[in-house]
C-alpha cells in the first residue's frame, strides 16, 4: 500500500521547484547620516582658536615678564637694604665699643649697641623674607 500526497511526491513539480536556501526579502540595514561638508568652515574656525590661543599665551608671557621684572627689581631693593644694614650695624657695633671705652659716653654707647642689636635682629627678619621669595 502506496501512500500518495501530491505535496510529498518527489516528481511533482511543485516539490522540485522549492529552492534548497529560500531567499528572504531584503533587509534594510541603517547606514550613517551622509556627512555634511562645508567648505572651509571647520578649518577657518581651527585656525580662528588657533590665533584666539596664541594671542592668550602671548598675553600671559608678557605679564609674566612684567611680574619677573618687578620680583627681581624688589629683590634687588632688599638685597640693598641688607647690605646696608649689614654695614650699619658693623659700623654702629664698633663705635659703640670705641665710645664705651671712653667711660665718659657710657649712655650713648649703649644706645648704639642697641641700635645695632636692633638693626641686627631686623636684618635677621628680612633675610628669611628675601628667602621666602625665592
Known sequence: ???KDSKCNAYDTYASDAKLYPSLPPVVVPSAPEL???EGSAQSYRLQKINEIQKVIAAERDERANLSKKY???VRILAGVDNAGVVSSMVLGATGIGVLSTIIAAP???A???AAL???LFLSLEVKL???YQ
Open 1 to 3: 500500500m502506496e501512500y
Open 72 to 74: 627681581h627689581r624688589a
Open 112 to 114: 648704639k649697641e642697641g
Open 36 to 38: 555634511i561638508r562645508v
Open 130 to 132: 628675601i628667602k621666602s
Open 118 to 120: 636692633g638693626l641686627g
Open 108 to 110: 650713648i654707647a649703649i
